[in-house]
């Protein structure tokens, strides 16, 4: 099997909720503990450094005062904390698609645990396929690929197909690219 | 026992219950009975928030510490059947600007490298390594690994209790369990409650309280899985400059860290 199925809607969700520990398909119904009290809110992410020493407190006195008259405002983080990790899911198998070679990593899954759920979705989706697209997600290529390094940037080529590995959270995913030239 | 005298007896038993039923708020009542009314609203025990302060209040001093953190997490499958997976932690921290991070299961290995300017993330098996620009604190990198790389850095509230991001506002309950020895040393164990959490806390007696074990229960799930992680500390590390920054080996790959909304977008394709 030299060519793996796109799975990218399956693989962007994956992406979107990945945490340090979690990776969660679309489909899964598994979940993880959380692992977290509290959260920080140091600023927003996209500007990131420009507010990171803003006040915890600042743009969230809407919330003042629900039932907690001593301290204010983080009620709102309360509950998106709960949203983010009700989310998360995990692991149909782990011990499923042992044989696929992700990640380099003890030859065994990427994945703090989780990871096996998102390469078995894409190793059997990509029975039924033939070719594959660009800018198409997996999770694995054949253990045949070849590194190779142009231009300081990582690539798996898989005879005609070249593959991007990248970090989607603590997850290696691979794009399939055009061959860089 | 007489009968007549067991009747009294249980007339005074009943009477009292229900004088303790109508007269007592819960915190008021014995430890067995507040248990009994865990709907009720739970206790809130200044002196367990208070030792939660203390706690952070320490936490915040520290300045050069390293951290092992032996982890058990819980995960729930498509059964309902909750499993198992350890894993190790390790920290060395400078804040706010210095942190190299071990994270270690059965099925994954990663280092985190964060000097102030440039967090790292790298695969010692995989052989790569992503960088970006991060925040001018620990706690903001924090945030932004979290919302903008989709990357929870582990026992984040390490780094948030003692700041306004860890609110004892939040708590709905606090209470002192007992004594506890955690790996010889006597700690003081206290649990805590707020929404979608239930969590319990092992404190070190004595004027360095240090947390020693951290069990975090998800409540919000109706099989409540567990976090659970033992902490073993080193509050007097030294470290070179260099540890936070990454140098990539010579066989090492650098590959993108991608952002959270720049894969919502490629789904959108």
């Not at chain 1, 796109?6 to 994956?14: I, K, M």
Request: glycine fraction near 6%; hydrophobic fraction near 40%; charged fraction near 20%.
């Amino acid at each position: 099997m030299n060519i793996h199925k796109p799975v990218v809607v399956l693989a962007a969700l994956c992406a979107v909720t990945i945490g340090l520990l979690y990776t969660a398909p679309a489909d899964a119904i598994q979940r993880g503990a959380r692992t977290g009290i509290n959260h920080a809110h140091a600023g927003g992410g996209g500007a990131r450094a420009a507010n990171v020493n803003r006040p915890a407190n600042a743009g969230h006195a809407a919330n003042a005062n629900r039932g907690h008259p001593a301290n204010v405002d983080h009620n709102r983080d309360v509950n998106r904390n709960v949203n983010r990790d009700v989310n998360r899911n995990v692991n149909r198998d782990v011990h499923r698609d042992i044989d696929v070679d992700v990640d380099v990593d003890n030859h065994w899954h990427d994945g703090w645990y989780d990871h096996p759920v998102a390469t078995a979705a894409a190793v059997t989706t990509a029975a039924v396929v033939t070719s594959a697209v660009i800018g198409s997600i997996v999770y694995s290529v054949p253990p045949s690929c070849v590194t190779s390094v142009i231009n300081g940037i990582a690539y798996q080529q898989c005879g005609n197909t070249w593959y991007q590995p990248q970090y989607a959270g603590t997850t290696v995913q691979y794009i399939v690219v055009n061959p860089p030239g | 026992m007489s009968p007549t005298l067991l009747r009294t007896a249980i007339c005074l038993a009943m009477a009292a219950s229900a004088a303790a039923v109508q007269a007592a708020p819960p915190t008021a009542q014995g430890r067995p009975a507040a248990t009994a009314s865990t709907a009720a609203t739970p206790a809130i025990d200044p002196k367990a928030v208070a030792a939660l302060e203390k706690m952070g209040k320490y936490l915040r001093t520290l300045k050069n510490f390293e951290l092992k953190g032996d982890t058990t997490l819980e995960v729930v499958d498509d059964s309902g059947q909750k499993l198992q997976f350890p894993g190790t932690v390790q920290y060395q921290v400078r804040p706010p600007t210095g942190m190299k991070l071990t994270v270690k299961t059965d099925r994954k290995e990663r280092e985190f490298f964060y000097d102030g300017k440039t967090f790292t993330v790298y695969g010692p098996k995989n052989k790569y390594y992503a960088s970006v620009d991060a925040p001018p604190t620990l706690h903001g990198l924090i945030e932004v690994a979290r919302d903008q790389y989709g990357i929870e850095l582990p026992l984040p509230d390490l780094f948030l209790w003692g700041t306004p991001d860890a609110p004892t506002s939040a708590l709905t309950g606090a209470r002192f369990i007992g004594p506890a020895r955690i790996d010889g040393t006597v700690t003081e164990q206290y649990a805590f409650r707020q929404d979608g959490v239930d969590w319990q806390l092992w404190l070190e007696q004595g004027d360095k309280p240090l947390p020693r074990r951290l069990v975090i229960t998800t409540t919000d799930d109706p099989a409540q899985p567990q976090y659970a992680a033992d902490l073993t500390w080193n509050t007097n590390a030294t470290f070179k400059d260099s540890a936070f920054t990454f140098v990539p080996p010579k066989d090492a790959a650098r590959i993108q860290l991608v952002e959270v909304d720049v894969v919502a977008v490629e789904e959108d394709k």
